[in-house]
């Protein structure tokens, strides 16, 4: 069993897609879903900065078209006759959705551009953001995030938990860092996964009705709980909830281990959940489709299995 897994907003990098576009079907994959996105998703893989692609608005619907369009080339047949699992961290969560067939794609692009534009409008009230906590005793790392005043947003499991909240709540959290721990500011802009995300929740609760979700045809987990979602109007509302809940990374990695994966596919932009793979599921073999160059690999990991079939 292989785990293909989507990341999420901060493991986008300027020009990332550019590799990705020598390939002859995604300028045309990109162009469709730039429509649907109301932003030019090429300008924003290929030449915009750093800055401009922190924006929330931006972020987000680049995060999932890159995963898309990763999976569409690496993919020739329906992932529902393949022997994967599917999961996706925060905005990764919609990818995973899409490529499990509850939502479609178009579906899944006009879901993450209302989660993005709702989500930088709720982030622009208060100034938020969120620091990565790396190391340290868990219990010591949650009690020294309370006692910040900031939310512990993503417990993403394999000694690392990310704290959301104000700048001064993130600012007191850094300058008193739990034992053995460092604070490392994200490159996002917002305390996504809290409470302050409450008015994107009722704007995504506006758009359900105008979804038609279908059961998943491949195992998706929520990272609410790692739980299996078998229905689709329940992934819908686990899409929705958690936008201002905690991600549970961690429970998602345990549920994997759990179900035998013996392989995790990361699909682009990669590199922090393959990450978070080597340390929290030890002797699983990890594949970061980053480029183009990497679909040998991954394709070698489903060979592999196949072999031990």
């Given at each position: 069993m292989l785990a293909i897994v989507c990341p999420g907003q901060g493991s986008q990098t300027p020009g990332f897609l550019a590799p990705w576009l020598e390939l002859p079907s995604v300028e045309g994959q990109l162009a469709h879903l730039s429509e649907i996105a109301g932003i030019?998703?090429?300008?924003?893989?290929?030449?915009?900065?750093?800055?401009?692609?922190?924006?929330?608005?931006?972020?987000?619907?680049?995060?999932?078209?890159?995963?898309?369009?990763?999976?569409?080339?690496?993919?020739?047949?329906?992932?529902?006759?393949?022997?994967?699992i599917l999961a996706g961290h925060s905005v990764g969560e919609i990818t995973a959705s899409a490529l499990a067939g509850v939502l479609t794609e178009d579906e899944a692009m006009t879901f993450v551009r209302e989660r993005a534009n709702s989500m930088a409008a709720a982030a622009a009230v208060t100034p938020t953001g969120m620091s990565a906590v790396v190391g340290g005793d868990p219990s010591e790392v949650l009690a020294a995030i309370e006692a910040a005043g900031a939310t512990p947003?993503?417990?993403?499991?394999?000694?690392?938990?990310?704290?959301?909240?104000?700048?001064?709540?993130?600012?007191?959290?850094?300058?008193?860092?739990?034992?053995?721990?460092?604070?490392?500011?994200?490159?996002?802009?917002?305390?996504?996964?809290?409470?302050?995300?409450?008015?994107?929740?009722?704007?995504?609760?506006?758009?359900?009705?105008?979804?038609?979700?279908?059961?998943?045809?491949?195992?998706l987990l929520s990272n609410y709980d790692g739980n299996e979602v078998t229905a689709g109007p329940a992934a819908v509302d686990s899409l929705i909830a958690?936008?201002?809940?905690?991600?549970?990374?961690?429970?998602?990695?345990?549920?994997l281990v759990g179900r035998g994966v013996t392989g995790v596919i990361e699909l682009a932009p990669a590199g922090t959940l393959a990450g978070l793979a080597k340390r929290g599921m030890p002797g699983v073999k990890t594949v970061a489709v980053k480029t183009p160059d990497d679909l040998s690999a991954a394709l070698a990991l489903f060979a592999e299995l196949e072999g031990q079939a």
């Amino acid at each position: 069993m292989l785990a293909i897994v989507c990341p999420g907003q901060g493991s986008q990098t300027p020009g990332f897609l550019a590799p990705w576009l020598e390939l002859p079907s995604v300028e045309g994959q990109l162009a469709h879903l730039s429509e649907i996105a109301g932003i030019d998703l090429k300008a924003h893989g290929t030449t915009s900065d750093e800055e401009t692609i922190k924006d929330t608005a931006v972020a987000q619907p680049l995060i999932v078209a890159a995963g898309l369009v990763a999976a569409n080339s690496l993919f020739d047949v329906e992932l529902s006759t393949l022997p994967v699992i599917l999961a996706g961290h925060s905005v990764g969560e919609i990818t995973a959705s899409a490529l499990a067939g509850v939502l479609t794609e178009d579906e899944a692009m006009t879901f993450v551009r209302e989660r993005a534009n709702s989500m930088a409008a709720a982030a622009a009230v208060t100034p938020t953001g969120m620091s990565a906590v790396v190391g340290g005793d868990p219990s010591e790392v949650l009690a020294a995030i309370e006692a910040a005043g900031a939310t512990p947003a993503n417990v993403n499991g394999a000694g690392q938990t990310v704290a959301a909240g104000t700048f001064d709540q993130l600012k007191a959290l850094a300058e008193n860092p739990p034992a053995k721990a460092r604070v490392i500011p994200l490159k996002v802009a917002g305390a996504f996964h809290t409470s302050h995300m409450a008015p994107a929740v009722s704007a995504l609760e506006a758009l359900k009705p105008s979804l038609s979700p279908q059961n998943p045809a491949v195992p998706l987990l929520s990272n609410y709980d790692g739980n299996e979602v078998t229905a689709g109007p329940a992934a819908v509302d686990s899409l929705i909830a958690q936008v201002s809940r905690p991600v549970r990374w961690d429970k998602c990695m345990e549920t994997l281990v759990g179900r035998g994966v013996t392989g995790v596919i990361e699909l682009a932009p990669a590199g922090t959940l393959a990450g978070l793979a080597k340390r929290g599921m030890p002797g699983v073999k990890t594949v970061a489709v980053k480029t183009p160059d990497d679909l040998s690999a991954a394709l070698a990991l489903f060979a592999e299995l196949e072999g031990q079939a």
